[in-house]
């Protein structure tokens, strides 16, 4: 079982209004979407959850003709919860989850809009995730961000690591890298990767960057 991390722009030139306003509302984000209800045809109900302006941007969002509804209530930690009702008709998600329904992968929640761009995980077969990142292609650009086997739920945060990521980790973590006080160094980690340290250092670095990103953001 394969798991791709996966990143795609929001233009906001093209992109119905509905996911512009996901991605690149100022003073809201980032936008969650907690789960998808795609099982009735008169379009989907979607569970999101946001920090910021919620009154102008729950507004905002029951304006666009891809809307039908839009329910909210206050959450946690300051964040706001929202249920939309979207018309079938005027939105690309219908369509879109058609096409992953049938393409034999499935899309981890949460999704996450974010500056500009949508973040998602998709798992499935190494054929399947082939065959519907070519397809996509056609629509959107998407840029992948990683990629490697899915070991369930047990693996957050480190299923958003490259594999070579996971080994640096693995590999500093067991050489005391992270202990206090230090007991490994980039060159000890190099060491055992047989790669140069400043590569060590880039693949720690970045494996950091994700596991802290992926901890904050599902501080739900």
């Keep these: 079982m394969q798991r791709v991390q996966a990143t795609v ?3 906001p030139g093209s992109a119905p209004k509905l996911y512009e306003l996901l991605a690149h509302t100022d003073g ?4 969650r979407v907690l789960a998808v209800n ?3 045809s008169d379009g989907e109900t979607v569970l999101i959850a946001f920090e910021g302006d919620s009154e102008r941007f729950v507004a905002a969002v029951g304006e666009t003709a891809e809307v039908e509804s839009i329910f909210s209530a206050d959450g946690d930690a300051g964040r706001t919860l929202a249920l939309l009702t979207t018309n079938p008709e005027k939105t690309q998600l219908s369509e879109m989850l058609h096409s992953i329904g049938s393409s034999g992968i499935v899309l ?3 999704i996450i809009y974010r500056n500009g761009k949508m973040h998602t995980t998709a798992v499935g077969t190494a054929k399947a995730l082939q065959q ?3 397809g996509a292609q056609e629509d959107f650009p998407i840029h ?3 990629v490697g086997r899915f070991r ?4 957050e945060p480190l299923a958003r690591l490259s594999d070579r990521q996971r080994e640096a980790l693995k590999v500093a973590h067991e050489l005391g890298y992270y202990d206090q006080p230090r007991g490994g160094t980039h060159e000890d980690v190099a060491t055992q990767l047989d ?3 400043v590569t060590a250092s880039e693949h720690l670095q970045k494996a950091e960057s994700k596991v802290i990103d992926a901890v904050l953001e599902g501080d739900m």
């Design 144 to 146: 992948i961000e990683s």
């Design 38 to 40: 795609s099982a009735h």
């Design 132 to 134: 519907t990142h070519d």
């Design 28 to 31: 809201v984000g980032p936008v």
């Design 108 to 110: 981890r929640m949460p």
């Design 195 to 197: 790669c140069a340290p």
């Design 152 to 155: 369930g739920h047990s693996d």
């Design 9 to 11: 722009d929001i233009d």
